[in-house]
């Protein structure tokens, strides 16, 4: 049963996200910023184990050009009794004035048994509000690892520069 609501509130996170649109905003002066400085907090489902966990995210995305793409370097830390971490290089495209898409190939390592690397692949979807340098919004994602998949799904603050 878990399992089942984990996968629909995903879902409709993930369709939320990526079928919103921003009403225009008169006034509204929109500063691009050159780097950017994340931490999300998700709750993590791991499909072929089935658990459920709690974990972090932390990335450093600096823009290149002005087409909305960037790259940088980010962390995953699961919460769960593997100890598991992903650390990789992330791209990413700002789709929108609030919403972007991550894509991160990287390494994947268990902090406990010293097991790995393995490759790992991310992707996640954004969706976020600015106030001033700040930003906040919900997060979902899909993992990819030669142990696992998994799902996750939570909030994202950030900090540009």
Same mark, same amino acid.
């Given at each position: 049963?878990?399992?089942?609501?984990?996968?629909?509130?995903?879902? !409709?996170?993930?369709?939320? !996200?990526?079928?919103?649109?921003?009403?225009?905003?008169?006034?509204?002066?929109?500063?691009? &910023? %050159?780097?950017?400085? *994340? $931490?999300?907090?998700?709750? =993590? &489902? @791991?499909? %072929?184990?089935? *658990? @459920?966990?709690?974990?972090?995210?932390? &990335? /450093?995305?600096?823009?290149?050009?002005?087409?909305?793409?960037?790259? *940088?370097?980010? /962390? +995953?830390?699961?919460?769960?009794?593997?100890? &598991?971490?992903?650390?990789?290089? !992330? *791209?990413?495209? %700002?789709?929108?004035?609030?919403?972007?898409?991550?894509?991160?190939?990287?390494?994947?390592?268990?902090?406990?048994?010293? +097991?790995?690397?393995?490759?790992?692949?991310? $992707?996640?979807?954004?969706?976020?509000?600015?106030? #001033?340098?700040?930003?906040?919004?919900? =997060?979902? #994602? =899909?993992? /990819? +690892? =030669? +142990?696992?998949?998994?799902?996750?799904?939570?909030?994202? $603050? #950030? @900090?540009?520069?």
């Amino acid at each position: 049963m878990a399992r089942k609501t984990f996968i629909s509130l995903f879902l !409709v996170l993930v369709f939320s !996200v990526s079928s919103a649109q921003s009403p225009p905003s008169e006034g509204h002066s929109h500063e691009e &910023h %050159k780097n950017d400085l *994340g $931490f999300g907090i998700t709750g =993590v &489902h @791991f499909l %072929k184990e089935g *658990g @459920f966990a709690a974990s972090v995210h932390i &990335h /450093y995305i600096k823009s290149i050009g002005e087409k909305g793409f960037g790259l *940088g370097l980010e /962390y +995953e830390r699961i919460f769960d009794v593997h100890r &598991h971490n992903t650390i990789g290089i !992330v *791209g990413n495209f %700002k789709a929108s004035e609030r919403l972007s898409f991550s894509l991160s190939p990287g390494i994947a390592f268990e902090g406990g048994s010293g +097991e790995g690397p393995w490759p790992a692949l991310h $992707f996640e979807a954004l969706y976020e509000w600015e106030f #001033g340098k700040i930003h906040i919004g919900p =997060v979902a #994602g =899909v993992a /990819y +690892e =030669v +142990e696992d998949f998994h799902l996750s799904a939570g909030i994202h $603050f #950030g @900090f540009g520069f």
